[in-house]
């Protein structure tokens, strides 16, 4: 309880938690989670995704490497242990509005395409958790068509499908 009352005195004098911490209910370590799900849903994670997933995350959240590694294994630990991805995208749907949301799904399959293979696990996740943080299939499949669009000319610039 004690510990309670001085993270939030701390937060509210902008002494707040370091950036490398990362909170059970920290809406990004929910969203790294399910993108080391759909990393690995496929059995094998190559270093086209890892470098993806790495990036993603690094300047969604502007974090530093050595921050973004910690989220990186925090989320790791946290989606070996999960038991489904509700916990995940109900912290989602909490913590971002629609146009977040949207971009997590997008985050999705920015890193399915890293590799340049789609295979119907990968497609599955994506279909649920969309389905789950209430983007709608005609979103979902538009999402999809711009990141594929964006593999297909090559053009890898760091913004991924939100900058179009």
Known sequence: ???????????????????????????????????????????????AEQGTLFRLLKNTFNLDDDSTRELIDAATLRDRDAVDMYTFTSLLNRALDEDGRRRIVAMMWEIIYADGKVNEFEDNVVWRVADLLGISSRDRIELRRQVAAQHDSGGQDGEGAGSQ
Do not use: C, S, W
């Open 1 to 47: 309880m004690l510990k309670l009352l001085q993270d939030f005195f701390a937060e509210l004098t902008g002494e707040g938690k370091p950036q490398d911490r990362f909170a059970d209910n920290d809406y990004r370590l929910a969203a790294a989670a399910l993108l080391i799900h759909v990393t690995a849903v496929d059995g094998k994670v190559t270093e």
